[in-house]
C-alpha cells in the first residue's frame, strides 16, 4: 500500500484514475476541473453530458480520454459556508465515495486533488486532515494513493496532515 503526497498538476500523473473536483453540473469550471478537462479533451465534456450533474459528496466516473489516466472519477466538493453546515461530512464523502468507485472497478492506482480548497474556500489544513483521515480509514492493501498538491505549500500542508496521522 502506498499513501504519499506529490507535487504538481494532476493532469501529468500516470495513475489508472484522476479524481476531478468538478462542481455539480459536471460540465467544467475552472481550476482542477478545467485542467482535467482541457488535457483531456472534448470527449469528456461529450461523455459528462451524459451524466446529469452530480450531488456534493458523490462521485461518477468516466473515462479518461486524452489523459494517461484511465478513468477520471468526478466528485462535487462542499462550498466552505463557515464550516457548520455538514462541510466536513461533505467532504470526506467525497473521499468515501470516489474510494467505492476504486473499489468496483478495481482501480490500482488513484490521485486526488485537494477537493474544495480552492475557488470552494475550505480551510486547507482542515482538508487535509479530513482527506487523510477518510482515505486511511477505508484504504485496503495493494494499492497506491496519491495526494496532489498543486503547490510546494500546498504539499507541505498535505505532508503534515500525513505525518500526523501516521
Ligand atoms: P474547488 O472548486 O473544489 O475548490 P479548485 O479547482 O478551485 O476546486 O481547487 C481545488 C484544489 O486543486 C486547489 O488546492 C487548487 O490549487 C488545486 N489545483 C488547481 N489546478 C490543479 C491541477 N492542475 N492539478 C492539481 N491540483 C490543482
Not at 38 to 48: D, K, V
Not at 121 to 141: H, S
Amino acid at each position: 500500500m502506498t499513501f504519499r503526497v506529490v507535487t504538481g498538476s494532476i493532469t501529468d500523473l500516470d495513475v489508472e484514475a484522476v479524481v476531478n473536483a468538478a462542481n455539480s453540473t459536471l460540465l467544467g469550471g475552472g481550476g482542477v476541473d478545467g485542467a482535467i478537462h482541457r488535457a483531456a479533451g472534448p470527449g469528456l465534456l461529450a461523455e459528462c453530458r451524459t451524466l446529469g450533474g452530480c450531488l456534493p459528496g458523490q462521485a461518477k466516473l468516466t473515462g479518461g480520454y486524452d489523459l494517461k489516466a484511465r478513468y477520471v472519477i468526478h466528485t462535487v466538493g462542499p462550498v466552505w459556508r463557515g464550516g457548520d453546515r455538514g462541510e466536513d461530512t461533505t467532504l470526506a464523502s467525497c473521499y468515501h465515495e470516489s474510494l467505492r468507485v476504486v473499489r468496483e472497478r478495481r482501480i490500482r492506482s488513484v490521485a486526488f486533488p485537494a477537493i474544495s480548497t480552492g475557488v470552494y474556500g475550505f480551510p486547507k489544513p482542515l482538508a487535509a486532515q479530513i482527506a487523510v483521515m477518510t482515505l486511511r480509514e477505508k484504504m485496503w492493501e495493494d494499492m497506491e494513493v496519491l495526494l496532489c498538491a498543486f503547490s510546494a505549500p500546498d504539499a507541505a500542508i498535505l505532508q503534515a496532515a500525513l505525518d500526523k496521522e501516521t
